[in-house]
């Protein structure tokens, strides 16, 4: 008997806990997923390649695309809130997004307000910082404050707000492809740098073979 009782325990408890099990998969966001391919996230948004920009190719392939959700009643991504999502892709991987919420839809909404709508679908937060002392440092500075981060040992969630605006913004990310991208861009910029005296001596002699290719055309059709 006590263990059919223990065992009716054990059910209800799982039961009770599996909506907040569900809710807390930080790899997710509506309907993207950290790990999506770039074509996945095209298809998904309906834009092309062309819309695409490369920051950096070596040593990894840096791209980001930016979204504005068409604002038609009935879609599934819900543009009464969002204002633009910025994807960010490590080889053709979707490792970061960065959701930014339209002003009108968290108008006069604190921070505790946003953190608490978040903590309803997600869970509750693993660190949160509802002060910051922003306003008493130079505001160039810090462009983003953090307001609260939910996280597991794979994935991050991080609410920030805006220092010049106030927008708020939720940005995702997988840790372990989050770290990489930032050793590829870091790497990145130091290759651009150590080529930039090459770059510069090549356009200006692109210049210069311009300049004289012109001349010479000129020189044959031009008439006083």
Same mark, same amino acid.
Request: avoid cysteine.
């Given at each position: 008997m006590k263990t059919t009782r223990s065992l009716m325990l054990c059910l209800v408890a799982l039961l009770f806990a599996a909506p907040v099990l569900r809710a807390q998969d930080f790899s997710k966001y509506r309907n993207f997923s950290l790990g999506m391919s770039l074509a996945s996230v095209l298809k998904h948004t309906d834009q092309k390649m062309s819309d695409v920009r490369a920051l950096h #190719?070596?040593?990894?392939?840096?791209?980001?695309?930016?979204?504005?959700?068409? !604002?038609?009643?009935?879609?599934?991504? #819900?543009?009464?809130?969002?204002?633009?999502?910025?994807?960010?892709?490590?080889?053709?991987?979707?490792?970061?997004? %960065?959701?930014?919420?339209?002003?009108?839809?968290?108008?006069?909404?604190?921070?505790?307000?946003?953190?608490?709508?978040?903590?309803?679908?997600?869970?509750?937060?693993? !660190?949160?910082?509802?002060?910051?002392?922003?306003?008493?440092?130079?505001?160039?500075?810090?462009?983003?404050?953090?307001? %609260?981060?939910?996280?597991?040992?794979?994935?991050?969630?991080?609410?920030?707000?805006?220092?010049?605006?106030?927008d708020f913004e939720l940005v995702i990310y997988s840790k372990e492809r989050n770290l990489e991208a930032g050793l590829a861009i870091a790497e990145a910029v130091k290759r651009e740098e150590q080529e930039a005296p090459q770059r510069e001596v090549a356009r200006l002699k692109k210049q210069t073979d311009d300049l004289e290719t012109a001349r010479l055309k000129n020189q044959k059709t031009f008439r006083p």
């Open positions: #190719q070596h040593p990894a392939l840096m791209e980001e695309v930016t979204w504005w959700p068409p !604002n038609i009643p009935g879609l599934a991504f #819900q543009s009464d809130t969002v204002s633009q999502i910025l994807f960010s892709f490590y080889n053709g991987e979707l490792y970061q997004i %960065a959701v930014t919420y339209d002003r009108s839809s968290t108008e006069g909404m604190t921070a505790e307000d946003m953190v608490m709508s978040i903590s309803a679908k997600y869970g509750p937060a693993t !660190n949160v910082v509802l002060k910051n002392d922003t306003a008493k440092n130079d505001p160039y500075n810090a462009r983003q404050h953090p307001v %609260a981060t939910w996280e597991d040992t794979q994935y991050s969630f991080n609410l920030v707000r805006s220092s010049f605006s106030g």
